[in-house]
C-alpha cells in the first residue's frame, strides 16, 4: 500500500502569518461591502454609508472602518463643526483593493443564475446534503 502525502500551504502551523491576517481582514463580508461602496460613492459620511449597506449595524460598520483605517486603506477625516462631521475614503492603498473587490462583484453577478441553479439542484437531492 502507497501512502500518498501532501506538502501543507506554506503558512501552515504558524497562526501568525502576515498574509493570512490580511486576507482576513480585507476578505471578510463587512469589508468588502465598505471597499466597494466607497470605490463607487466616494467619499460618504458614517450615515450615509450605513444606508447604502444592506443588514450592516452601526457597531459592525464602525469596527470595519477602524479596522479598515488602521490598515490604510480607508481615511476618516473629522471636521470640527457641531454636530461633529466624520467622512471616510479610500485611501490610494485602498483604491488598489477597491479594483480586486469590483472584480469580485463583478463575478458574483455575472455567475448569480448559474449559482441560483446549484444551490436549487443540491436543495432537491433526497440525499439531505
Request: glycine share 8%; proline share 6%; hydrophobic share 35%.
Amino acid at each position: 500500500m502507497t501512502t500518498r502525502t501532501t506538502s501543507p500551504p506554506p503558512d501552515a502551523g504558524v497562526p501568525d502569518c502576515r498574509g493570512r491576517e490580511i486576507l482576513d481582514r480585507v476578505g471578510d463580508k463587512w469589508s468588502v461591502y465598505v471597499v466597494h461602496t466607497l470605490g463607487e460613492a466616494g467619499t460618504l459620511r458614517f450615515s450615509a454609508l450605513k444606508r447604502r449597506i444592506e443588514g450592516i449595524s452601526q457597531r459592525m460598520l464602525t469596527v470595519t472602518l477602524r479596522s479598515l483605517e488602521r490598515d490604510g486603506l480607508v481615511e476618516r477625516t473629522v471636521y470640527p463643526v457641531v454636530p461633529p462631521r466624520v467622512e471616510y475614503t479610500l485611501t490610494e492603498l485602498g483604491a488598489t483593493l477597491r479594483s480586486v473587490v469590483g472584480q469580485l462583484v463583478a463575478w458574483s453577478v455575472a455567475h448569480l443564475p448559474e449559482i441560483d441553479a446549484a444551490r436549487d439542484r443540491y436543495d432537491a437531492r433526497d440525499d439531505g446534503g
